[in-house]
């Protein structure tokens, strides 16, 4: 390694510092590298070492397979094989399966953000074998969303649950409170009220 020169001042007078920093991918977890930063003892200025970069994408492609896998790992726990996805999706078959095993191969960023919106929302396979059909996809997504309704109401059994709809000729309310103290609506006589949970 030569000489070390501030790239502010010009001087020699440069010293390595090393630090650790926190990496961090979605569903991959969290990492630590060491980076170097190149502190100039004459006039103060520091800076990134270049060595850094490479350092840093090395380690968020470690993070990016360990993703994959995990959430690969995750969508087969919950029932999907890996076969029934990529018939879902329209991928060449082994294409999962080569992104999950082969340690060599590394899945692209397109493959990997898929992946993850999977993940996030494994209800979306059920569109995608739906072909994408419009009604299809809303009537799944109503169902997933009263789902996730259900578990943040368990997730709550303290709260007392209201809930209302009112449907007229130009009009469409519905809605659903939660709350610890419930405050007595005041709803005008011609709305619908039930009481979804007692
Ligand atoms: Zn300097």
Redesign the pocket.
């Known amino acids: 390694m030569g000489k070390v020169i501030?790239s502010?001042?010009?001087?020699e007078?440069?010293s390595i510092e090393e630090h650790e920093i926190e990496l961090s991918e979605p569903y991959g977890g969290f990492s630590t590298v060491k980076i170097k930063e190149k502190v100039?003892n004459?006039?103060?200025?520091a800076e990134d070492d270049d060595s850094n970069d490479i350092v840093i994408q090395k380690e968020l492609s470690v993070l990016k397979r360990i993703s994959m896998v995990k959430v690969l790992d995750a969508l087969n726990s919950m029932g999907h094989t890996t076969a029934s996805m990529e018939r879902a999706l329209g991928l060449p078959a082994r294409t999962l399966a080569r992104w999950k095993n082969e340690r060599s191969m590394s899945p692209s960023a397109s493959g990997i953000a898929l992946m993850r919106i999977i993940r996030t929302y494994p209800w979306i396979l059920a569109v995608a074998d739906m072909q994408f059909d419009h009604e299809a996809a809303r009537n799944i997504l109503l169902q997933n969303a009263a789902n996730e309704l259900v578990k943040i109401r368990s997730e709550h059994p303290e709260w007392e649950m209201t809930s209302s709809a009112y449907v007229s000729d130009n009009y469409l309310e519905v809605f659903i409170k939660g709350s610890i103290n419930p405050v007595p609506e005041a709803i005008s006589g011609e709305n619908y009220v039930f009481t979804l949970w007692n």
């Open positions: 501030c502010y001042c010009g001087k007078t440069v100039c004459h006039c103060g200025f």
